[in-house]
């Protein structure tokens, strides 16, 4: 089974502060992890992913996740908010089982970013 | 050009209706998901077709029936639909394997009354 947690359901930051939006996952293997982003009434927008590597990725509008595999997370960072990073932010992972791929959410992390 | 595009947008309907999403991708990807999202905006998958074939099925009532006439084409047919299937409706695609993103649909809002 696999799974992927997102802690906070909302995360409030000042515009021009970094920010960070935590995820941790479990999965049997090596794990294949997404990041993305939904503004209101919209699809989900691929953002960046870990395959294997680099432990740091850096991804669309200036995000970037770092990868730690002693504590299973994968969190996104930005160094400087924008007003219009405002969204629902979605960690995701992959596993392959026998060929039955599945890409599992978190619960979404409601991102504010206050002017 | 839209790369994964549904229709329709809105579906709003009465119980007990039977209903159709239809989703088209143009980015020759063999695999097309169809994901649920509930109020809380809970994402959850319910299956999974690659080249045409069901490989993730998850634990949705049968009155759910996914078809896929070719491998640019998912639809959901929604048989007596009941006020607990109101949520935001999401296609996808990707490449196959596990290291490819998805690309997905604007969704299509369905509200039961």
């Known amino acids: 089974a696999q799974s992927v947690a997102q802690p906070e359901d909302q995360v409030n930051v000042a515009e021009g502060n970094p920010l960070t939006v935590k995820c941790t996952y479990s999965?049997?293997?090596?794990?294949?992890l997404f990041w993305y982003v939904q503004y209101p009434n919209r699809g989900l927008q691929f953002l960046l992913k870990y395959i294997t590597g680099d432990n740091l990725v850096k991804g669309s509008y200036g995000f970037e996740a770092e990868f730690n595999k002693s504590q299973t997370s994968f969190h996104l960072k930005k160094p400087s908010a924008l007003v219009s990073d405002s969204a629902l932010y979605f960690c995701a992972v992959r596993a392959s089982n026998f060929g039955n791929e599945k890409l599992t959410f978190g619960t979404g992390t409601r991102l504010t970013i206050i002017p | 050009d839209t790369a994964v595009s549904q229709t329709p947008k809105y579906l709003v309907t009465q119980m007990g209706n039977d209903k159709s999403i239809k989703c088209e991708q143009n980015l020759g990807h063999d695999t097309m998901y169809w994901y649920k999202q509930d109020s809380k905006k809970f994402l959850k998958i319910m299956f999974s077709?690659?080249?045409?074939?069901?490989?993730i099925n998850e634990t949705v009532p049968n009155r759910f029936s996914p078809k896929s006439p070719d491998k640019a084409h998912l639809n959901l047919h929604i048989n007596s639909l009941e006020l607990g299937d109101s949520a935001v409706y999401f296609c996808?695609?990707?490449?196959?394997?596990?290291?490819?993103?998805?690309?997905f649909g604007q969704g299509t809002r369905l509200t039961v009354v």
């Open positions: 999965v049997s293997g090596n794990p294949y």
């Open positions: 996808a695609s990707s490449p196959q394997g596990v290291n490819t993103e998805a690309f």
């Open positions: 077709y690659n080249n045409k074939e069901l490989i």
